[in-house]
């Protein structure tokens, strides 16, 4: 479903399902953030607190953690949300009686 690292390909490989619906803006971000942010944060004030390292150190440590960290969850939280948006067929929502 994927024509590029996170770019969303315009139908279906396989069944040829049009992929036009397809809109997570930012949810997968967000998401990922959040988890990122804990799985880097707290780590790195225990490690503060234990060991005091110098600031270079935390900096060497902690940057590459978390672009790893986002890497490798953003396309697969993309994934995700963008399979959960087909199932519920969730969409920009409109005035009543404007339906279709
Ligand atoms: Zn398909």
Do not use: N
Not at 29 to 56: D, K, Q, T, Y
């Amino acid at each position: 479903m994927f024509s590029g690292f996170l770019r969303i390909a315009p139908s279906c490989d396989v069944c040829e399902l049009d992929y036009g619906f397809a809109d997570a803006g930012d949810g997968p971000a967000v998401f990922v953030m959040f988890i990122a942010g804990f799985a880097v944060v707290i780590p790195a004030l225990l490690v503060e607190v234990a060991f005091s390292p110098p600031v270079w150190l935390h900096l060497l440590i902690w940057l590459p953690l978390t672009v790893a960290v986002c890497v490798a969850l953003l396309r697969p939280f993309k994934g995700v949300l963008f399979a959960l948006q087909y199932r519920h067929k969730a969409e920009e929502g409109r005035p009543d009686g404007q339906d279709e």
